[in-house]
């Protein structure tokens, strides 16, 4: 079965230094794994996908991932933060061989102090 | 070139109403999706289908009903409205296909049940 995990439901970094967020998943084929941003009552805009090619993964807005699969993460990095990166994000991981279906984290909301 | 939108984007209904929300995607991709968004429990998948005519249940799918007559609609309509099914709605769409499980999402409807 397939499962994903957002270590960290709250975020809070200073504008201008470093976001990691944490992601774990667990599945029994390759997965194809996802982080989404969601923005104050917005819908989800994908940020960036790994899909068994290149391991670091470069998204929009300067973030990035890295495929770790001896450790089973998938973190989400970005070597400043800005204002405008305050959001929820989610990890998300294709369930295998079901046809498109996603299992989402939880969330992990990023807040941005100035 | 509006990619995907749903309507009413807020609606207030009563209980025992029945509600109609719409999804309509100019991509014609395969797949589309409805998701529950609520506080504490992430994004939820309530059906799904992956083709014109063809659609399967998600995870909480009691109380709701589902078409797909068109490729480019999927509207997903609550019976008999309760207060349980106060939420932020979700509809999204993917391309399908091997490791390209991505989804696109619409803006949401925010519906209350009073």
């Known amino acids: 079965a397939q499962s994903v995990t957002q270590l960290d439901s709250h975020v809070s970094v200073s504008e201008g230094t470093p976001v990691l967020l944490r992601c774990n998943y667990s599945s029994s084929y390759s997965p194809s794994l996802f982080w989404y941003v969601q923005h104050p009552n917005k819908g989800l805009q994908l940020l960036l996908k790994y899909t068994s090619a290149a391991t670091l993964v470069k998204g929009i807005n300067g973030f990035e991932a890295e495929f770790k699969k001896s450790e089973t993460s998938f973190h989400l990095t970005k070597p400043s933060a800005h204002m405008s990166d305050a959001a929820e994000y989610f990890c998300?991981?294709?369930?295998?061989?079901?046809?498109?279906?996603?299992?989402f984290g939880q969330g992990t909301e990023l807040s941005v102090k100035p | 070139d509006a990619g995907i939108t749903q309507s009413p984007r807020y609606k207030i209904t009563e209980t025992g109403r029945q509600v109609t929300l719409m999804c309509h995607q100019t991509?014609?991709?395969?797949?589309m999706f409805w998701y529950r968004q609520d506080l504490g429990h992430g994004l939820r998948l309530i059906y799904y289908?992956?083709?014109?005519?063809?659609?399967d249940k998600g995870e909480v799918p009691d109380g709701y009903v589902v078409s797909r007559s068109k490729t480019e609609n999927f509207p997903l309509t609550l019976e008999s409205a309760t207060r349980s099914q106060t939420s932020v709605y979700f509809c999204a769409s993917s391309g399908g296909g091997a490791y390209s499980y991505e989804q696109y999402f619409g803006p949401g409807t925010r519906l209350t049940v009073t």
């Open positions: 991509w014609s991709h395969s797949y």
């Open positions: 998300v991981v294709s369930r295998d061989n079901q046809g498109g279906k996603l299992i």
């Open positions: 289908s992956a083709a014109a005519d063809i659609t």
